[in-house]
Structures are given as C-alpha cells and as structure tokens.
C-alpha cells in the first residue's frame, strides 16, 4: 500500500467562533467562581465568630500585644491622660450591660489630632486626642464610647479581621507568596483606611 498525502483543508483546526471570546467567558467565569469561593469562606468566618468565647477573644488579643511603641498608637505619658483613661473606664463600667458580662474593655487614649475613636479585637479602646475638642458634655463621650462597646458586642472587629486573613490567604493562594506581600501591605493600608 502506497501512502498517499492528502491536502488539509482550509480551516480545519481554526474554529468557528472567536478565541478571544472565549479566553474573556474563561477568566470571567473563574474570577466569579474565585470571588464566590472567598465570599463564601468569609462568610464562614463570620459565622465562626460567633462560637468563639469573649474570654478566648480577650486572651488572644490581650492589651500587651498590642504594641504600644507604633506611630498608629502615639500615647501621652502624663498623669492627666491616665486620670482620663481611668475616668473612661469608670464611664465604660456604667455603660456595661449585664447580658453582656464576659465582654472586657479597656480604653486608650492616643495623640492624634484628627478625631477618631476605634475598637480593636479584644475589647481594645482607643480614643484620640483630637475628639476630645468635638465632644463638649459627658452625654457625648458616653455616646462615643457606647457605640465602640457595640461594635464589640457585634464582634465586628473580630469579623471583620477573620474576613481580612481569609481573602489575604485566598489572593496568596491565587497570586503567590511575592504577591501576597504586596497584597498583605494593601489590606493592611485598606483595613487602616476602612477603621479610621
């Protein structure tokens, strides 16, 4: 038998719809199906919140892990600030809701001229310096400090801070390790954004 080539025919191996099309469908439908994966799992973080004990969260995030000596946390040593702190905390104490007894807090306050006041896990207030020139009665301070102690009641900060390290180790996973340094300093700066 004599082996006889044969002529290919003309768009044999192109096909009849468009590739760029398709590569578009392709990457659209896996950052969907990765966008649905790490939403689900954040979700689930957000669930699991709420089986964690306050006096776990409270160990866990114990005020000497924080670290006091970071530009974020500029505090005043002097004897004044202490006087405030502890007159919050006594402000804290009367606010306190006995449902709410395994939740402690502790109040901080930090040299900063913009006004703000946050929690952070563990029960952590922070109050800075430049709110105290926007709050002119005690019904106001309670007010600010109320809705931080809500926040924690909410666990927001543990919630939000498990939804941050599911999609920082969702985009290391998807990009890699050079890129999840980069993408850990993003969030970092994002997360600090979104707080204050």
């Known amino acids: 038998m004599k082996y006889e080539a ?6 044999i191996n192109t096909p009849k719809y468009s590739l760029l099309r398709e590569l578009v469908f392709l990457t659209s439908a896996s950052l969907a199906v990765i966008f649905l994966v790490v939403l689900l799992l954040a979700f689930l973080a ?14 866990w995030f114990d005020s000497q892990l924080i670290d006091f000596e970071s530009p974020a946390f500029e505090r005043p040593e ?6 405030s702190e502890q007159y919050l905390m006594s402000l804290v104490k009367q606010l306190r809701q006995k449902e709410y007894e ?3 807090f502790t109040v901080n306050i930090i040299e900063d001229e913009h006004p703000n006041a ?24 309670a007010m600010v400090l109320s809705h931080e102690m809500a926040h924690q009641y909410r666990r927001h900060p543990l919630r939000s801070m498990g939804r941050g390290v599911i999609i920082s180790i969702a985009l290391t996973m998807l990009l890699g390790d050079e890129a999840g340094e980069w993408i850990q300093k993003l969030l970092f700066e994002v997360a600090t954004i979104s707080q204050l």
């Open 6 to 11: 044969k002529v290919i025919p003309e768009g």
């Open 46 to 59: 957000d669930y699991l919140v709420s089986f964690i004990p306050p006096e776990t969260e409270n160990r």
């Open 78 to 83: 002097t004897d004044k600030y202490h006087q």
């Open 102 to 104: 395994d939740f402690h």
């Open 118 to 141: 946050f929690i952070v896990p563990g029960g952590h207030i922070f109050i800075t310096t430049g709110l105290f020139s926007y709050i002119d009665s005690e019904n106001g301070l």
